[in-house]
């Protein structure tokens, strides 16, 4: 992987400008930023409304994984002590360790179809 000669990161052939010159071995981010390409040029380009877009995504795509953890992370540090609580806690748990799979496997050609719209 080649890096860029401005910022000095790596990245794929796919994410640099095309030509020579200036143009040389300069990725999409740093053409549009020291003015060497236009946006319409550079189709590979993640504007930051994009970048958010898809952090957004992938946020809610992944939400219920990582509150399973966090409760069940708080279930053996903190909520096995109290008596009645920890009944209910565990079996909302155990039921949302469940569906969780279920429901990230049934989502996916939605997730598909969405990110598929948020890709350059």
């Given at each position: ?17 095309r030509g020579n010159g200036p143009r ?46 966090i409760g069940w992370t708080f279930y ?31 989502g996916s050609s939605r997730f598909n ?8």
């Open positions: 992987m080649a890096y860029c000669r401005l910022c000095k990161q790596n990245y794929p052939e796919s994410q640099f400008v040389h071995l300069v990725c999409a981010r740093c053409a549009i930023e020291h003015e060497l390409a236009d946006i319409d040029e550079v189709p590979q380009f993640y504007s930051d409304d994009l970048v958010k877009a898809r952090f957004t995504l992938f946020s809610r795509r992944y939400r219920s994984w990582l509150a399973i953890g053996f540090t903190l909520g096995n002590e109290i008596e009645l609580w920890s009944n209910l806690f565990f079996t909302a748990l155990l039921l949302g360790t469940l569906a969780t799979p279920v429901l990230h496997f049934l179809a969405e990110l598929s719209n948020l890709t350059p």
